[in-house]
């Protein structure tokens, strides 16, 4: 049962009891995430994020790892570049603890110098580790090729410049600024009681949370289809390609589910048959779709080797161009919906899949979405509609490729990318 309170200060308590389960996952989820974020401070709020975990007034950093491990919980966070959550998910009678926990780490965090240089590393060596493979790598260089200039297309872990730059008042203030009622939301499904919850909340202090709301302080970016390689010494060539999308509320995006899926969505799909199964040219092969509130893109990743990259771009066009032009079968439609619906129904089958579905639906569009709302509408999808979306997606210079290996871009041939 879902169930929502707003607090008189602005913050938002969304759960949904799952009576057939011993266990709860909770959150606290703020609307800051990297496109928040000035140039000069790229990267702060992820850094926040570690942050809250070094130690409170009343905890030390080995405090809040012993305590939840003590009682077999999982606590953990991450940041994305529209939002930030912390959460937990332990068995229904460790509530109270995991609430009062969350609690004391968002609200009294100390950001103690000695931790705060150490965390500093700890960050370093994630900005490193993702440099150091490539095919996680292309994907922020592709971020940052299609939306130059713009806090959307920086990275979220920041880089090392901005890294080494920030300080502890740095942070501190972001979090007074930033970390405030009207964009806090607390999320819990499971073994929970609403009423309980709120009251726990309120007594452990996000009542007396800072109420006014900032504004986002964003605009919209337009998508550049350029094509830029990273060059480097790599057994593979990773790519990614694609164009400019629709954004995460558009009406149109069970359609831009389905031509996704059709495209590279799973095993069955266009791209994994025909450039991994039919031709060998590649292990992974896959399309995903990355969208915000207000923009968004599709992109197709591939890892293959030098002599085959221009090959497997010019499949991908292909692909894109026959997505355009000719409508879906109705089986491969059918299919499609099907493997859309059966994956989000396995993945609603924990807690933590509630709790995130509860946020995410609030965060975008300020009410609960079921479960049968989205059934329905991925059932109205029609081949049409898809092929109409992809028409106004894929256009003659509409494309943008990123390269990460041993390449040069004088090495890809002109009009590769034409549709």
Known sequence: MYQKTVLDNGVRILTEELPHVRSAAIGIWVNVGARHEEKK?????????????????RRTAVDIAREMD????????????????????????????????????????KFDPEELEKERKVVLQEISMVEDTPDDFVHDFFNELVWPDDSLGRPVLGTVKTINSLSRDDMTGYMRDRYIAGDVIITASGSIRHQELVRLLSDNGFASLKPHVKTNGYSTPGFSPRVAVHKKKLEQVHLCMGSSSIEQTNPLRYHNYVLNTVLGGGMSSRLFQEIREKRGLAYSVYSYLNTYSDTGYL????????????????????????????????????????????NLVLGMESTDSWMTKLAKNEIYFGRDVTIDEVMASIDAVTADGVRGLAQKMFTRDSLALAIVGG?????????????
Not at 41 to 57: C, D, R, S, Y
């Open 299 to 342: 992109s197709v990743y591939v890892g293959t080797g030098e002599g085959e990259y221009q090959q497997v771009i010019g499949l991908v066009r292909d692909e894109l161009v026959r997505l355009k032009d000719n409508l879906i079968d109705t089986e491969e439609l059918q299919s499609a919906k099907e493997q859309i619906k059966g």
């Open 41 to 57: 401070i790229n990267g702060i709020a992820h850094f926040i994020e570690h942050m809250l975990f070094k130690g409170t007034k």
């Open 407 to 419: 390449i040069d871009k004088e090495d890809i041939p002109e009009g590769l990318l034409k549709i």
């Open 70 to 109: 003590s009682v077999g919980g999982i606590l953990n966070a991450f940041t994305n570049r529209e939002y930030t959550c912390f959460y937990a998910k332990v068995l229904e009678k460790h509530i109270p603890m995991a609430v009062d926990l969350l609690s004391d780490i968002f609200l009294n965090s």
